[in-house]
């Protein structure tokens, strides 16, 4: 068995020529591609979110592969407009040399401070990754044992989608402001969402994430 902490990989190179390619599409509207500079991109984006004219910003898109449990996946793909792609427990034979022979899963932070909740959850995931083994050992197919694993179960989901979804994404699952997230989606948006106001901050810096 194998334990491992949530996390996530940025796919795609932020250049500032997304920023670029949000700024042709906007002047479209306006007829007024003729104010395009090196350095005006940054502006012009600036100006399309304060006036809520965040249309233009679906030109432009962003991939990121998430680390979580199963649990957090299903949250993951009920946003819209978004391309996704899942590793499968259907067919990903865990009992594979390519797996470590192993079952991986997400570390429940909020478990490692209890030993008695964390024990509990330990040995939980012990008799998970025994059971799917022995049922791989008896004839059982990957689509076929994976029914005993559970939430915790570690995968990667990778998300597509344009900038103005990341946004309405970082607002519902980093910033509440619809209420709090589960912890292990923030676990890893927040810090996503600060990296990303470091490379594109243009796009994101005016959304808060408010203190616990």
């Not at 334990?3 to 190179?13: D, F, M, N």
């Not at 009992?95 to 570390?107: A, C, R, V, Y």
Request: hydrophobic fraction near 40%.
């Amino acid at each position: 068995m194998k334990i491992i902490k949530a996390g996530y990989e940025i796919l795609t190179p932020i250049t500032g020529d997304e920023l670029k390619l949000i700024e042709i599409a906007g002047r479209t509207c306006y007829k007024s591609n003729d104010k395009i500079t090196e350095e005006s991109a940054k502006k012009f984006v600036a100006g399309l979110i304060k006036r809520g004219h965040e249309a233009m910003l679906e030109h432009s898109f962003l991939s990121v592969k998430f680390i979580v449990d199963r649990g957090v996946s299903h949250e993951l793909v009920r946003h819209r407009l978004t391309s996704f792609a899942q590793e499968s427990t259907r067919y990903c034979n865990y009992s594979k040399d390519k797996f470590g022979n192993e079952i991986t899963f997400i570390e429940p932070y909020f478990f490692v401070d209890d030993l008695n909740k964390y024990g509990a959850w330990y040995g939980a995931m012990m008799k998970a990754e025994d059971a799917y083994l022995e049922l791989i050992g008896n004839g059982a197919t990957p689509q076929e044992a994976r029914s005993v694993l559970p939430n915790s179960t570690k995968t990667e989901v990778v998300m597509s989608m344009n900038y103005r979804g990341w946004r309405h994404f970082f607002k519902l699952r980093a910033a509440r402001e619809t209420g709090p997230a589960h912890p292990q989606m923030e676990e890893v948006t927040r810090p996503l969402l600060e990296e990303l106001k470091k490379l594109i901050p243009v796009v994101f810096d005016d959304i808060i994430i408010p203190n616990e």
